[in-house]
Nanobody, 117 residues
């Protein structure tokens, strides 16, 4: 079982930037496709970005061109650089495995992102 700890959230104005980090324990991290998920108020959790162990990335249309996912396998850490933030990006952000878009492990506590207009 991998344990996940997200950090880096905060409150910003529209157009601002944040960088999220997710530290993972366990040996499975480096071989697993990882993703960042977002749960907006009143909505279901959705996968917004994913990265394979080799570095190939995929993004939801809503964040494409604004968010960048990256990983450091030596540090068991995955990042999400979020630029040009919009109020609709507000939510709790979680990382998890994302094999076929499906989370692999128990959820961490997430990190809150609030974007004001």
């Amino acid at each position: 079982q991998v344990q996940l700890v997200e950090s880096g959230g905060g409150s910003v104005q529209a157009g601002g930037s944040l960088r999220l980090s997710c530290a993972a324990s366990g040996s499975s991290f480096s071989i697993t496709r990882m993703g960042w998920y977002r749960q907006a108020p009143g909505k279901q959790r959705e996968l917004v970005a994913a990265i394979t162990s080799g570095g190939s990335t995929n993004y939801a249309d809503s964040v494409k061109g604004r968010f960048t996912i990256s990983r450091d396998n030596a540090k068991n850490t995955v990042y999400l650089q979020m630029n040009s933030l919009k109020p609709e990006d507000t939510g709790v952000y979680y990382c998890n495995g994302a094999i076929a878009g499906i989370p692999q492990w128990s959820w961490g506590q997430g990190t809150q992102v609030t974007v004001s207009s």
